[in-house]
T-cell receptor, first 115, second 113 residues
């Protein structure tokens, strides 16, 4: 099956700093990538959708200036959490799909802790 | 925005079939049903999807009612490694020109030895 990786798997940062999370499709070209957020014991909530070379489309209630998404190539998307605060602590998961498949393939997730 | 309803938890004996129900009474005619599972602190794993016909693959079977208002995921012979949270998802058209998933709240399946 298609493989999606995320880096880092865990990150701890201080309040006020920015942190970047990478999402890579390893064996296919991802025309679309998605970023989700998951709180403990809760379901996944879509944050934004990005098509390669285009600006990301953010879901209602997600601050685009706080969660910067870049999808510069067909195998890489990045999520930057700017000026992080403790309430941004969460599990961030990306997924990717290519035009030939209908399903999304998910990365292993990144646990962000803001102190 | 919720499109699916699932029971919060279920138990199943090892070796028996696990039947996980999902209600999606507001689903539209061109919206697919997807099932994924998530083992603790990992990314969701694709299981199966369908539109209106029943589907089967090496992992599971998906039974969709004729009116498409509900479906059941069947794991034919559950093993301890099938213990996970199972998400029933409706795929809807998205502003970006692609499709997005709307996740349900999930069913925590525990397979008992």
């Amino acid at each position: 099956g298609a493989v999606v990786s995320q880096h880092p798997s865990r990150v701890i940062c201080k309040s006020g700093t920015s942190v970047k999370i990478e999402c890579r499709s390893l064996d296919f070209q991802a025309t679309t990538m998605f970023w989700y957020r998951q709180f403990p014991k809760k379901s996944l909530m879509l944050m934004a959708t990005s098509n390669e070379g285009s600006k990301a489309t953010y879901e209602q209630g997600v601050e685009k200036d706080k969660f910067l998404i870049n999808h510069a190539s067909l195998t890489l998307s990045t999520l930057t959490v700017t000026s992080a605060h403790p309430e941004d602590s969460s599990f961030y998961i990306c997924s990717a799909r290519w035009q030939g498949l209908s399903e999304q393939y998910f990365g292993p997730g990144t646990r962000l802790t803001v102190t | 925005d919720a499109k699916t309803t699932q029971p919060p938890s279920m138990d199943c004996a090892e070796g028996r079939a696990a039947n996980l129900p999902c209600n999606h009474s507001t689903i539209s005619g061109n919206e697919y049903v997807y099932w994924y599972r998530q083992i603790h602190s990992q990314g969701p794993q694709y299981i199966i999807h369908g539109l209106k016909n029943n589907e089967t693959n090496e992992m599971a079977s998906l039974i969709i009612t004729e009116d498409r208002k509900s479906s059941t995921l069947i794991l034919p012979h559950a093993t301890l490694r099938d213990t996970a949270v199972y998400y029933c998802i409706v795929r809807v058209a998205h502003l970006s020109g692609t499709y997005k998933y709307i996740f349900g709240t999930g069913t925590r399946l525990k397979v008992l030895a």
